[in-house]
């Protein structure tokens, strides 16, 4: 389904009021979120019983997306939703702190991204694979994925050479014993 602007989505997260990152009824929040979805008796209560504080405040974040008009217009399977929910946002509640979601231009829009993805949308004015690069360059998730990557491949380089600068200083020793 085409037709859902970002920048409204990153608008609306921009509004997002003080109070979704307090103490809100989780449980609550959620069933209302996916239930004006569509969904009935979708939801898994374990996933909310006692989340952590980050992951918490990102679920309510959520919520407050997704009752952004236009978004809930659009409709989209309460199925996938309430499972994005549930434990889809576990890997970025790790990553970022939830309040850049709201005051975070890049984050606002990974979260407006992601919510269009989950429901099966693309953003107003892109393609298929417009929306999969720009939700790429501002994927904090596989951003972290990169950057582990890069280091353990700089660590399996330092190694190396250590390695090899063993191996040399053996070899001159050896050398050294030789022509004694």
Known sequence: MNGIC???????????????LADLHLGALVHDTVLA???????????????????????AIACWLL???SLRA??????????????GLDALARL????SCIEDDDRREELARL???VLGHLPAGESAAQAEDRL?????????????EMRAK???????????????????????NREW
């Not at 409204?8 to 921009?14: D, N, Q």
């Not at 659009?74 to 994005?84: E, K, T």
């Not at 790429?136 to 582990?148: N, P, T």
Request: hydrophobic residues 45%.
């Open 96 to 99: 970022v702190k939830p309040a």
């Open 37 to 59: 979805y569509g969904g009935i008796g979708v939801i898994r209560q374990e996933f909310f019983r006692k989340p952590s504080e980050r992951r918490r405040q990102l679920i």
């Open 115 to 117: 919510a269009l993805a």
């Open 136 to 148: 790429r360059a501002v994927d904090s998730i596989q951003r972290a994925q990169v950057v582990a």
């Open 6 to 20: 970002v920048d409204a989505l990153v608008r609306h997260l921009a509004a997002c009021p003080p109070a979704f």
């Open 154 to 176: 700089e660590e399996r380089a330092r190694a190396l050479r250590a390695k090899m600068a063993e191996e040399a200083a053996r070899e001159a020793a050896a050398k050294g």
């Open 67 to 69: 009752a952004e008009p």
């Open 74 to 87: 659009g409709g989209g399977d309460a199925q996938r939703l309430a499972a994005w929910l549930g434990d």
